[in-house]
């Protein structure tokens, strides 16, 4: 039986030892009626070598980003991730570990975590991160929790740019907690969330304002006034971010006000793996530390003065508070932070800036092509990363299907999210998309239309 | 006595990354643009572009590598010595499913890509569904939630649904004194109200106690089966029964469901909502603290609550649904934590049900033969056949001057992990101990010597362990008073 040592001599003189008369025997305290009769309905079990051939067979039935030229994003990137990433994560000693509850055998994971908190906090420019959350939408359903912790209020206003499937999350976290949650449509020519607009729904009731940069359009919103305009009515600003590596690019929120900075860091080392295991990020301000749901690793020394790290702060978390804790969350992402922690310091700060700004140079080499192409046009004038949406002068299923069999994956449609954006798609360039690539796609559209 | 394992080894200093940094290094080179570079300011206002990453580390590929690999031996995992980790199910993670999660048609697939080119990969979902409702004995299982918390929130968002939907909303959930932290918890971010039952003499839960609190306005019940102290939780049928009757919902949570692997299903004892460990059960690794998955089985009358999306199978075709107007919604973007999908339905395929009941078997024989052969020298406060675990406490060598977090810490010095300390909640200063099937005599033998060594050793010599660890016992309320949460430039290291 594979993965289970024991010899039948070992079991004689384990029961032996125990005084049961045999296997079945330590059964008897499960009531006779409970048990099963019969073998679980299950295909029969396989030797190493049948499971590779089997499994090999199966993910052969799939195509991959590297069979298809592929220019969807919407919360999934495909990056490029360097060898060394997945070298470390193949450590051992890091991935058959479990949560660093013993310090004095756990500090390999706790500095890597140590290490994740500050370079989440450099990039966000905030205060405090946590050791991480599940994933982007349910890390933006703990900042509104955290929020309502902070303020009490009643009010939640979510820009209609955040991704859709992040509002989904929200309205399930937030099902029984007394709130109204109040969506501002996003401006239908930048396809940013205007300030007006926010101004018609936020006020003194309003516990939180939600918005995304880049936003799900890939459009680059207004933090600026966008904070003012929460500090004004003393809202906590969340500022979600689904593609980290604009943070390359980009000023952090930290510096536009942001109170709380969440977000998907799979972009960072982790690989697109169908939508999961992904990163939850999970940063804010000193001051609202205490209300931070998720783990926290920080810094002490030994008994022999030494410097080490352990978790603390652990009287928010549910092992201890119970009902009372902040969250839930228990088991978080650790491999996935660690992969992010890995990428980002094999990248450093010139790779990590350098990169973001090839994504940019890509996006917009695109962008620019489109724009000659009959039958298509941007749907939005606000300025972008490495995504962007385009407007067809018809339903694009039919040619997203031409470009499929083409080899291409020109996108993602956006009317399943948004019935009324019907001749819309959105477009994805990084630095995994070559000129070569991008061309092929150009000539494509420019075929079809 | 053999020889101990854990001794001195060849263990390097290593600063913070940020530490070793110097400018103008960098382990990866970006590709040149073949596109021509932009000017950034061209397209995005100045006062929104970053000209710094202030302290971002800039390191080698060496430096890189080395720093990493000089972490993780700082680090002790299952692939380094037994890991006893109570209520953890710290088993062995086979290398192969590590190989298979990486194969390209698995990791490389873009959660958006067409349908028809994603087969493979829906396929998988739907049989790991079917696998795993046939292993807990549930009608539908949702493989959405990404951890065991995550799953009983979802739970308890399924049954609060089910009430509205009847128009008759409960408030109250039903949770034993020895239920996991996240129990309570999860019933709370729900918005409902935790009403704690106590546990019978036993260690188990009596009918009485939860006819006593079952009322029209709960809800239902949230039990652990096999229970926190290894113990089977023998009534939990007649329990069920009585929760059924006012109408309420059986709610199990599956993170010791290795004890049962077809040897019973909690279908059969009456649970009607389950959510399983597949970071226990079903040997994917646990990370250093994720990623899990914490797939969700339900009975028939409340699988027209699971979250959305549901894989669908016609024909021999896969499609997602999204349609589902009872729903409670989506608990994350996207599907699930199909990379851990990947390795569980491969550890389940390597198994078969042979080798899965068999894995139950040889866990709860090795948590019996750990807790026989300790009882002669720790205190075991519940004294029958145990599950998956058993549960000691220090009150024997607390008598000598040394507690259970001393035990803890000496036994890194003979090289093993410490099991779960202090929890459950129920036995004072708790030793919790959880084998798991892929531990041999040899290393239970090992254990139990060390065990019974330590409980005869000087009690000074224990109060100042860990002696052969890197880091000695470290500061907690220093750590907790004045928070150090992140690097800062110019602190020393």
Redesign the interface.
């Given at each position: 039986?594979?993965?289970?040592?024991?010899t039948e001599k070992?079991?004689r003189?384990?029961?032996r030892?125990?005084?049961?008369k045999s296997?079945e025997d330590?059964?008897?305290?499960?009531?006779e009626?409970?048990?099963?009769k019969r073998?679980?309905?299950?295909?029969?079990?396989?030797s190493?070598q049948e499971?590779?051939a089997?499994?090999?067979k199966?993910?052969?039935?799939?195509?991959?980003?590297?069979d298809?030229i592929?220019f969807?994003g919407?919360?999934?990137y495909?990056h490029y991730i360097?060898s060394?990433v997945?070298?470390?994560l193949?450590?051992?000693?890091?991935?058959?570990?479990?949560?660093?509850?013993?310090?004095?055998?756990?500090?390999?994971?706790l500095?890597?975590v140590?290490?994740y908190?500050?370079?989440i906090?450099?990039?966000t420019g905030m205060d405090?991160?946590n050791?991480?959350m599940?994933?982007?939408?349910?890390a933006t359903a703990e900042a509104i929790?955290m929020a309502r912790r902070i303020n009490n209020r009643k009010k939640v206003v979510v820009s209609s740019a955040l991704?859709p499937?992040?509002r989904?999350?929200v309205?399930?976290?937030l099902?029984?907690?007394p709130v109204v949650i109040e969506e501002i449509m996003h401006c239908n020519e930048t396809g940013k969330t205007l300030p007006d607009a926010v101004e018609r729904h936020i006020d003194e009731e309003t516990s939180c304002l939600v918005v995304q940069q880049p936003n799900f359009f890939g459009c680059?919103e207004d933090l600026k006034s966008l904070g003012e305009l929460a500090r004004k009515n003393g809202a906590i600003f969340i500022v979600v971010i689904a593609e980290p590596l604009s943070?390359?690019?980009?000023?952090?929120p930290g510096e536009f006000g942001a109170d709380i900075v969440v977000g998907?860091g799979q972009s960072l080392g982790n690989?697109?793996?169908?939508?999961?295991?992904?990163l939850g990020f999970f940063a804010t301000r000193e001051k609202y530390?205490r209300q931070m749901p998720g783990?926290?690793?920080?810094?002490?020394?030994?008994?022999?003065g030494?410097?080490?790290?352990?978790l603390?702060?652990s009287?928010r978390?549910?092992?201890?508070?119970?009902?009372?804790?902040t969250?839930?969350?228990?088991?978080?992402?650790?491999?996935?932070a660690?992969a992010a922690t890995?990428y980002?310091?094999?990248?450093?700060?010139?790779?990590?800036?350098?990169?973001a700004?090839?994504n940019?140079?890509?996006c917009?080499?695109l962008k620019k092509a489109l724009q000659g192409i009959k039958g298509v046009k941007l749907a939005f004038n606000a300025?972008?990363f490495n995504e962007f949406v385009i407007e067809l002068d018809r339903e694009p299923e039919e040619l997203?299907k031409i470009l499929?069999g083409k080899g291409m994956?020109g996108g993602?449609p956006l009317k399943r999210f948004y019935p009324y954006l019907d001749r819309h798609i959105l477009l994805c360039v990084t630095?995994m998309n070559?000129?070569?690539e991008?061309d092929v796609l150009i000539d494509g559209l420019r075929g079809a239309l | 006595m053999s020889t101990a394992i854990g001794i001195t080894g060849l263990i390097m200093n290593e600063p913070l990354i940020f530490e070793s940094s110097s400018e103008g290094k960098r382990a990866v080179e970006t590709p040149t643009s073949d596109v021509g570079d932009v000017r950034p300011e061209e397209f995005i206002a100045a006062e929104l572009l970053r000209t710094d990453i202030a302290g971002f580390p800039e390191v080698s590929e060496v430096g890189v590598v080395r720093h990493f690999v000089r972490l993780s031996q700082w680090n002790y995992g299952v692939d380094t010595g037994f890991y006893p980790l109570g209520s953890c199910t710290m088993k062995y993670n086979p290398k192969v499913n590590e190989d298979i999660a990486r194969l390209p048609g698995f990791a490389r697939l873009h959660p958006y890509q067409p349908e028809e080119f994603s087969q493979g990969a829906l396929q998988l979902m739907y049989e790991l569904e079917e696998y795993l409702a046939e292993i807990s004995g549930m009608d539908a299982v949702t493989l959405q939630p990404v951890a065991g918390a995550q799953g009983e929130l979802c739970g308890m968002l399924m049954i609060s649904a089910y009430f509205a939907r009847q128009g008759r909303p409960r408030r109250k959930v039903i949770i034993p004194d020895t239920a996991h932290g996240t129990n309570p918890a999860s019933v709370t971010l729900a918005g409902l109200t935790a009403v704690p039952v106590k546990s019978g003499s036993e260690g188990i839960l009596t009918p009485d106690a939860v006819k006593g609190v079952m009322d029209e306005d709960t809800a239902g019940i949230m039990i652990t089966n096999p229970n926190t102290l290894g113990l089977f939780e023998r009534h939990i049928k007649e329990i069920a029964d009585i929760v059924h009757e006012k109408g309420g919902f059986v709610y199990c949570d599956g993170a010791n469901m290795n004890a049962l692997l077809g040897v019973a299903k909690l279908g059969d004892m009456g649970v009607d909502v389950v959510h399983m460990n597949l970071h226990k059960t079903f040997s994917t690794p646990h990370g250093g603290g994720g990623p899990g998955s914490g797939p969700v089985g339900v009975k028939k009358e409340l699988e027209p609550f699971v979250p959305v999306p549901r894989i669908v199978k016609k024909d021999s075709n896969y499609s997602l649904d999204y349609n589902k107007r009872d729903s409670i919604g989506r608990l994350r973007a996207f599907y699930g934590n199909f990379g851990v999908l990947v390795r569980a339905y491969a550890y389940i395929r390597a198994m078969g049900s042979e080798g899965l009941k068999k894995a139950a078997q040889m866990a709860v024989l090795n948590a019996n033969y750990i807790k026989e052969n300790l009882k002669s020298h720790y205190h075991l406060p519940f004294d029958q056949p145990c599950m998956h675990e058993c549960v000691f406490s220090d009150k024997l060598q607390f008598e000598k001057g040394f507690s259970t977090m001393d035990i803890a810490k000496r036994l890194m010095d003979y090289g093993f992990h410490p099991p779960t300390t202090y929890f459950p909640l129920v036995v004072h200063d708790a030793i919790m101990i959880e084998p798991t099937e892929t531990e041999d005599k040899g290393t239970l033998d090992g254990f139990i010597d060390a065990m019974k060594r330590i409980a005869e050793e000087d009690p000074e010599l224990v109060k100042g362990a860990p002696h052969n660890t890197k880091t000695k016992r470290l500061d907690e309320a220093k750590a907790a008073r004045n928070p150090v949460l992140k690097w800062r430039p110019g602190a020393k290291g």
């Open positions: 039986m594979p993965y289970v040592p024991h070992d079991i003189e384990m029961l030892a125990i005084g049961a296997v330590l059964f008897r305290v499960v009531p009626e409970l048990r099963l073998p679980l309905v299950l295909p029969a079990g396989l190493e499971l590779v089997e499994m090999k199966l993910s052969a039935t799939n195509a991959t980003v590297d298809h592929s969807i919407a919360g999934a495909n360097p060394v997945n070298h470390i193949l450590r051992s000693e890091f991935y058959t570990s479990y949560t660093p509850y013993q310090p004095e055998i756990s500090q390999g994971t500095q890597a140590f290490e908190q500050t370079l906090c450099q990039l405090v991160a050791a991480s599940y994933e982007g939408a349910s929790l991704h499937e992040y989904d999350v309205k399930t976290y099902k029984a907690q680059l943070l390359g690019l980009l000023k952090s998907e690989s697109l793996s169908f939508g999961g295991p992904y530390l783990r926290l690793v920080g810094e002490t020394t030994d008994k022999d030494n410097r080490g790290f352990i603390t702060l009287t978390e549910q092992h201890i508070r119970r009902e009372k804790a969250s839930n969350i228990c088991t978080n992402e650790g491999l996935c660690l890995v980002l310091c094999a990248l450093g700060k010139n790779g990590l800036m350098k990169l700004r090839l940019l140079s890509k917009e080499y300025p972008t997203l499929s994956w993602l630095e070559t000129k070569a991008t | -």
